[in-house]
Structure formats: structure tokens, C-alpha cells
Nanobody, 116 residues
Framework: QVQLVESGGGTVQAGGSLRLSCAAP????????VLWYRQAPGKQRIRLGR???????TEEEAVKGRFSISRDDNRSTVYLQMNNLKPEDTGVYYC??????????WGQGTQVTVSS
């Protein structure tokens, strides 16, 4: 069973920063990649990046240099650090694992609103 809980969203002014968290039982994260996604209002969900089981992260071009992904397996938590936020970063942010994706599972996500 996949149980992912996203948190840390909020409202921030353009240029600000937020750190999102993705928590799950150890059995969900151990040995698995974790991915972050964003769904902007009226748009499809897009992938932002991923962190591999051994801690290597890659971010998509749209957010590279501003967003970074990390994990703390001791806390069974994955983070999305977002800097220099822009109004177009507004949306609901989700994390997931390859297993969750195969099940078409999505958590509730966390809302991020960036005001100009």
C-alpha cells in the first residue's frame, strides 16, 4: 500500500522560498526513487524531478537551478527545496514513487501559491 503525505505548502511572494516535505512509511521509500510533480490550475500534472534510492537527484529544465530534491531516509522523508519562486510555480505539488505511479496512486498534495 502506498501512503504519501505532502506538506509545507503555503503562500509566498515571488522570489521567496519554500521547502516541501513528502513523508511515507519506511517500507515505501526504502530502495525506491521518489519523484515530485506539480499541477498548475487548469493544466496537466508535470514532473519536476526525482531523487534516486542512493540520493542522486535530477531536476527538470523548467526548475533546474531553483529547485532541488533531497531525502532523509532516517526520517523517511523526501524534500523539495524551492527558491526564487515565480507566479508560474503556483499549483498543487505531489510526490510519488514508481510503484505508486503504476497504481495510479496520488496523495492529496500540498498547495503552493506564489503572488507577484
Amino acid at each position: 500500500q502506498v501512503q504519501l503525505v505532502e506538506s509545507g505548502g503555503g503562500t509566498v511572494q515571488a522570489g521567496g522560498s519554500l521547502r516541501l516535505s513528502c513523508a511515507a512509511p519506511t517500507t515505501v521509500f526504502t530502495g525506491n526513487d521518489v519523484l515530485w510533480y506539480r499541477q498548475a490550475p487548469g493544466k496537466q500534472r508535470i514532473r519536476l524531478g526525482r531523487v534516486t534510492a542512493d540520493g542522486m537527484s535530477t531536476e527538470e529544465e523548467a526548475v533546474k537551478g531553483r529547485f532541488s530534491i533531497s531525502r532523509d531516509d532516517n526520517r523517511s522523508t523526501v524534500y523539495l527545496q524551492m527558491n526564487n519562486l515565480k507566479p508560474e510555480d503556483t499549483g498543487v505539488y505531489y510526490c510519488n514513487t514508481p510503484w505508486g505511479l503504476s497504481l495510479r496512486y496520488w496523495g492529496q498534495g500540498t498547495q503552493v501559491t506564489v503572488s507577484s
